[in-house]
Every structure is written in C-alpha cells, then in structure tokens.
C-alpha cells in the first residue's frame, strides 16, 4: 500500500524549509534568509495521528523569473506538483498577498490537485488575523496560519492535509496488480524497456535526456497476469548542468518507489554503475521495496567469458548495502532477456510476501547460536530467546533478547545470513527489529 506524497510549495523564502524541517524532526533543509537556497527537493515520512504519508520539499517558485537556477527550481516545483497527491501552498502574511503568489495560485490551480493554502510567519493570531484573511483573493480555499518558526496551528493543517487522503477502506481495496517502478538516471533507457515490453512506441523515446514529461504507468499483461509499470519521468527539458540532472531524478524516483511493489533499477552498462546510482538504489532500499538491477544495453559491450562476473563484482562492490538484489543483463534495444524479467519479479514479489513459522525460524536461531556464541561485553554474554515474523513486505522479524546494547549489527547481519541459507529471500530486504525481555518475564 503506498503512502501519499504530500509537496510543499511557494515563493523563496516564505518559509518552506523551517517547515519540512518541523514536521520531519530534523535538520534536512538548508535554511538561510537568501532566496533560492534550497536548491534540492527533499523528502521524508511524517505521520500525523495514524496516517503516514511523505513529504517533498521543493525550491521556491519564482513564475516569471528567467534566472537559471531560479527556473529549474520552478521545473522542480512542477515535478512535485505533477507527481503529489496533495500539495501545500505557502505563503508569507509578512510580505502580505503578492503577484507571483496569484501566479503560483493559477498553477495550481491548472494541476487539478487538492491543495491546502498556509500563511506562515503568523506568531500572533490576535496581531495577524486580518491580514490572513487577505488570501482567500486567491480562491483556493481557506487559508490556515501557522508559524513554522514557532510551531503553531500545525496541527490544523495537518489536519488539513489528511482529510484530502483516501479512507483507510478505499486504501486496502487497491487493486492486486504487481507494480514495478522503473528508476535509473536520465537516458539509461527506462522507457526503451517499457516500450520493448509493451510492443509498441507508447512513451517518447529520444537520445535526449529525460525526454519522459511525466510518470506514466503502463499496463502490461504477460501470460495471463497484468502488471503495471511506472516508468519515471526524466526532465522536461534538456539542461546541462549535471547536478540538476541528478537531483531530478532522485526526486523522481521517490515517487515512483512510494507506488510500487518491486524497484526496476537500470543501470547503463556502458556507463559502468554510479554514484548516481547507489544514491536511488538506497532509496528502494530504505523502503524496503523488492529489487532487480537491470544492467541496460549489454549488447553494447564487447564480452569474454569474465565480463559478466567482473561487471557483477562491480556491481556487488557500490551497491554494497543491497547484496540480495537480483541482477540481469538485458537489451531494450534487442530484446535480450527482457522476457525473463517476468520470472524474476515474480519470484521477488513472492519472496516479499514470505512468511516462515516461528517455530522453524527459533530452530534456525537456535542452530546459529550453537555455530557461533553471542558476543558478550565485560562478563555479560548477549542472550537470544525468541525470534518471531511480525510482517511481510518487507519480511519483518522480531528477536527478543536479554540486552539489546549487546546485539551487535555484525550479529544481526550474520542471524540473517542464516535465514536467507535457509528461505533464499532473493531480492528482498530483510527488517530485524530487537526487543528486550527479562529472564523472569519469559
């Protein structure tokens, strides 16, 4: 079930940051005073009552500015926009009602999006109140103060932003349909997989960069069973300037993870893997999604017989966090291999969904216990009692111990190692969570 991805939006420095940065719990955005200084869009999971949901980011939109950084920072704002199921519009009741937030109020508009005005900066209702109401000229709705700053009326609008969620009944009624997001940099050939798949030119193809204007899901059915793909949009236009280039598709990929069941992460083999890459990789990661690496354009590649081995090492060695990954070496252009994909998913999607009995998983426990003896730290040895599945999707396990300061991660890591001996859990992360209990409760 994917969270909703919420976009903060507005004019530089109305106070955007010190906003993410309140309800997120931490120090992610860059604040200063100078307009423009957050120049990437950031993401993270807020949760408000019992609703989880991901909050991006954005630089400041500027409508009519024709300075470089300032209109990719709007082109970033519009991917937001494009790509978010509700979006926060702020304002600032210091600076009062200006053109450009009239501006940013028609685009809005135009993205059809549910969309929550906010008035920041008002740290005294009594002294503020009649210049908030100035903004309902934007007709977008009512306008909710907040001070970010100081924390006040965030509750209101949260609030706000949740009543615009699905119901929890409509959530778990999404359809059953594998949903696979293809991620990578700009021009690796995401679309060309789809495209070969699918049979047909459905998304434009070009040796631009990041011709794909948006995300497009496309479905496919494959031997009976339908899948949908989510093939990430590149830029929507061509720029130069390599970072922006990289922070597009970071962001990109955030929202196309948050959707899907299993991460298509496409790597262009004559590139070689990349920073870049690892950067979007640990993004699936983190969430626990199921992944295939696919290594895109193999038959551009002069091969021996320990090309295959060499580029897997590489491969191994920068994406050292996710050793369970599946990795294939496929063609758009040609169609090598691309029909296996179906079986790898397939089988990832399944290793996703595994549950172990409790009883087989103490047995494993147990047995690696007898193997190699818990660490201990001065005169007390780490006691293992109980290790219970509490979860799927990713497979989440619960191991109940005497003391958790004693349950190195090097420990962890080799408990799961014995799990995945036993159940494989090819392209699927594991989550070990670590509880302590007293002896005499057990």
Known sequence: MSKPVVAIVGRPNVGKSTLFNALAGEKISIVKDTPGVTRDRIYADVSWLDRNFTMIDTGGIEPDSKDIILSQMREQAQIAIDT???IVFMTDVRQGLIDSDSKVADMLRRSGKPVVLVVNKVDSFEKYMPDVYEFYNLGIGEPVPVSAASRL???????????YFPEKDEEDEEDARPRIAIVGKPNVGKSSIVNKLLGEQRVIVSDIAGTTRDAIDTEI?????EYVFIDTAGLR???RIKEELERYSIIRAV?????????????DAVEGVTEQDAKIAGIAHER??????AVNKWDAIEKNDKTMKQYENEIRRVLSFMPYAEIMYVSAQTGQRLNKLYDVIDMVIENQTLRVATGVLNEIMMEAVA??????DKGKRLKLYYITQVSVKPPTFVIFVNDKELMHFSYTRYLENKIREAFGFKGTSLKFFIRERKEKER
């Open 84 to 86: 978010s199921d509700v």
């Open 153 to 163: 009326g965030l509750g209101d609008m949260l609030d706000g932003i949740v009543a």
């Open 221 to 225: 059915i494959h031997e009976g069973r």
């Open 237 to 239: 236009r061509k720029s």
């Open 255 to 267: 929202t196309a993870v948050e959707r899907s069941d299993v991460v298509l992460i496409v790597i």
């Open 288 to 293: 626990g999604k199921g992944i295939v690496i």
């Open 371 to 376: 193997m190699q003896q818990p660490p201990s």
